[in-house]
């Protein structure tokens, strides 16, 4: 054994001299480097856009001598559209090989996969990638378009079904389907073709001036129900002038006629519901109601057209969208006063010391019969009982002159002249006599557990001695102030967070007082107003609520203020800032002028803007008598809140104007009054109800006070923090049944 180990020995150690011998006579290897890189397998597949090849691509890297591993390759994909490539950089493994997942990008067609590595010539591997599914549906004609009713419109509509890469698909179902009744359509199922375009056959629509639509909608696979909306919007064949045109007037004036378009279809049937809108194109005036929509017999009428201050021509253009604009012209001439006639009533009644109902009103006109604007007319009593308010006045565009307002004294007949210079005077008589007694009833009831006053987590609390003294002296003063109202009516009510339930006449006003603890001092004072109205005119209130804050009436009766913060709130619910802007009719309820061209409760103006405004002639001529002195105020009487946040702005009086007023937004400080003037009296009678102004307390401002801040409460009043209610109110008629519930407006 020992010998054959030796042996063995001596061999291996032969056999390795002669394997470094031919190695370079016993030098270190060289190793081995790639000098070609093919691909060997994977290309020239075939797969949709986007989608990953079945087979991955195959690379090798070799030399003359066979594989060789470890060599780093790079995969690039085309720059557009050319998918990507993982991994992009790898090293061949021992057999020369790599293999690379290639996910085709969105370009259809041949795309290719680039394999470099160093120096070596690069390699490269290709496939064709497809159409993909079905997945997005674009509209390519127009998809609002203007077209006259009962005809085809001019942009077919049509769509291109595409893959997720915007690549045309065919084959795809398409359906065309109406939206808005009216439409006829032909050809209405389609297919894609090669390029992915479907097409509606014709689109032809109603006979209305509405919005027609169609929806065209993938009908199946994993993109159905992908779709998109055409719009044709109907309008006229034809718009003509039918009124209004080739006039003549007298300067700053309206014209007699004002202008009219009358818009048809193609067979001149009247084309109702075509917005139209006027606008001054010459010379100057201004078009009132500019946009107006025509009526049942097609025609669409501007409320009035007022020609430029400068004689000559003047124009308006009258723009219906589809057919050319209609040309209204008018010619201005200078107008020349000849006389004057009485617009309101000659005679009329009145309470002693009461604003009349109707200020006088003349019409002044040119020797043809023209009114004439900018006329000076003096109003002049023809004793000297009563009062005259802004005596002299200029004519308006209509023609028109009003006293700013007329006060009666004590005598039973008294009388007014208005005078035009070189024309016979007109006079206005009065007859006074003594207000009677008041018949007007106003209740005050209080709400207790017992009768559910427990909604929002309040729960009422009984009045204290002063607060219920509080609460009889104002609704005496309100009853002192109102003569009458509207007649009794029957209310059967269900209970709700306004009144509990009810089944009873009532003849006035009936209101609900609920004392709450609602937040700390000098946050929230609480709500008051209707909850139930008549559905005669004025809409006056038959049921109403005033909830209100007990932590803030105890700061307030501290304060020696109760008495007027009580006042203050009873005189929402008459109606006061609540029914200024109530309007039923889109509910159905027919509206009944309290007088001619009088309709109720449209009072405001210029809601939620930046001048506000009461209009009521009694009202306004009530302020005007209250500007101190002999100042003049340059506004638009009477001014409205304008400022202070919901439940203070659009239903007070202007702070900044009238300050000390009652019925503003605020309170002023102990010891300085807070009037309950004509100003606010009047308002009433403008709201319908028989009132006495003259026991309105004594009230006078600055008309230099127009748009001055400085609210009272920065003096040591307060804001009266009024939240605006949210429930509707109730329209009743004289059976007691409810016919409108109409939503609160508020800003």
């Known amino acids: 054994m020992k010998r054959i180990a030796v042996r063995l020995f001596h061999f291996a150690a032969v056999a390795a001299g002669a394997v470094l011998g031919a190695c370079g006579k016993g030098g270190p290897t060289q190793p081995r480097v790639a000098t070609r890189l093919e691909v060997i397998a994977g290309s020239g597949q075939s797969a949709s856009a986007g989608t990953t090849l079945p087979v991955k691509i195959v690379v090798l890297t070799s030399d003359a001598d066979g594989p060789v591993g470890n060599v780093t390759v790079v995969a690039t994909t085309e720059a557009q559209g050319g998918g990507t490539a993982s991994p992009t950089t790898a090293a061949t493994g021992a057999n020369g090989q790599l293999e690379i997942t290639w996910t085709l990008g969105s370009k259809q067609g041949a795309q290719t996969l680039t394999l470099t590595s160093g120096t070596l010539t690069p390699a490269s591997a290709t496939a064709t990638a497809g159409t993909g599914a079905a997945s997005l549906l674009v509209p390519v004609s127009d998809q609002v378009q203007f077209t006259v009713v009962t005809q085809a419109v001019t942009s077919v509509p049509s769509v291109r079904v595409t893959d997720q890469f915007g690549n045309p698909v065919q084959g795809t179902s398409v359906t065309f389907e109406t939206l808005v009744a009216g439409s006829v359509l032909t050809g209405a199922q389609a297919v894609t073709a090669a390029t992915g375009l479907a097409t509606l056959g014709s689109w032809t629509i109603g006979p209305d001036a509405v919005s027609y639509q169609v929806r065209a909608r993938i009908v199946d696979g994993p993109a159905a129900g992908q779709a998109t909306v055409f719009e044709a919007h109907g ?20 014209v007699a006629i004002p202008p009219a378009v009358r818009a048809a279809r193609p067979d001149n049937s009247p084309l109702p519901g075509v917005p139209v809108t006027f606008s001054v ?8 109601g500019p946009s107006v929509v025509t009526d049942v017999d097609g025609i669409a009428r501007a ?24 040309i209204f012209t008018a010619t201005g001439v200078p107008g020349v006063a000849t ?5 309101s009533p000659t005679t009329q009644t009145g309470f002693f010391g009461n604003f009349v109902t109707t200020p006088p009103i003349v019409l002044v006109t040119d020797a043809v019969g023209n009114p004439v604007a900018g006329a000076p007319v003096t109003f002049a009593l023809l004793q000297a009982d009563g009062q005259v308010v802004v005596p002299n006045q200029v004519s308006d565009v209509l023609g028109h002159a009003t006293v700013g307002g007329w006060r009666l004294g004590v005598g039973a007949s008294e009388g007014m002249r208005a005078t035009l210079a070189g024309a016979p005077p007109v006079d206005f008589t009065a007859n006074a006599s003594t207000p009677p007694p008041s018949t007007f009833k106003l209740e005050v009831r209080y709400r207790t557990n017992a009768d559910g006053c427990t909604g929002q987590q309040l729960n009422c609390l009984p009045p204290t001695v002063a607060q219920q003294a509080a609460f009889d002296q104002a609704a005496a003063r309100w009853k002192q102030i109102i003569l009458s109202g509207s007649a009794p009516y029957p209310v059967n009510e269900a209970p709700s967070s306004c009144v509990p339930a009810m089944n009873e006449t009532v003849d006035g006003l009936v209101i609900f007082v609920s004392l709450v ?5 000098g946050n929230i004072l609480g709500s008051s107003g209707p909850c139930i109205v008549r559905d005669d005119h004025g809409f006056q209130p038959a049921v109403g609520q005033m909830e209100l804050d007990v932590a803030d ?19 929402h619910v008459l109606g006061f800032g ?11 309820v027919p509206i009944i002028p309290i007088g001619p061209d009088n309709p109720p409760n449209t009072l405001l103006i210029g809601r939620g803007t930046a001048n506000p405004v009461f209009k009521g002639a009694s009202a306004r001529a009530a302020f005007f008598a209250a500007i101190a002195g002999a100042g003049t105020f340059t506004g638009i009487p009477v001014p409205v809140e304008n400022q202070f946040g919901p439940g203070t702005r659009d239903s007070h009086w202007r702070e900044s104007i009238l300050r000390t007023e009652l019925m503003t937004g605020f309170i002023s400080p102990p010891g300085t009054p807070n009037p309950l003037s004509a100003i606010t009296i009047a308002s009433f009678r403008d709201l319908g109800y028989v009132v006495n102004d003259a026991v309105g307390d004594p009230f006078t401002f600055l008309a230099s006070l127009l748009g001055a801040p400085a609210p009272s409460f920065q003096s040591g009043g307060f804001q009266l923090n009024e939240q605006p209610m949210t429930f509707p109110i109730i329209v009743i008629d004289r059976q007691g049944r409810t016919v409108a519930r109409v939503p609160r407006v508020f800003k």
């Open 303 to 326: 409320t009035g057209w007022i020609l430029g201050a400068a004689p000559g021509a003047n124009q308006v253009t009258a723009t219906v969208q589809g057919v050319p604009p209609v």
């Open 553 to 571: 009436l105890d700061a307030i009766q501290a304060q020696g203020q109760l008495n007027d913060v009580i006042l203050h709130e009873m005189g």
């Open 339 to 343: 006389s004057i006639a009485a617009v």
């Open 235 to 254: 309008v006229p064949a034809t718009a003509v002038a039918v009124a209004g045109t080739g006039e003549t007037g007298n300067v700053s004036t309206a």
């Open 578 to 588: 609540t029914m200024w802007d109530f309007d039923p009719s889109e509910f159905g």
């Open 517 to 521: 603890p609602i937040d700390s001092v």
């Open 281 to 288: 194109t010459g010379g100057g005036g201004t078009i009132q």
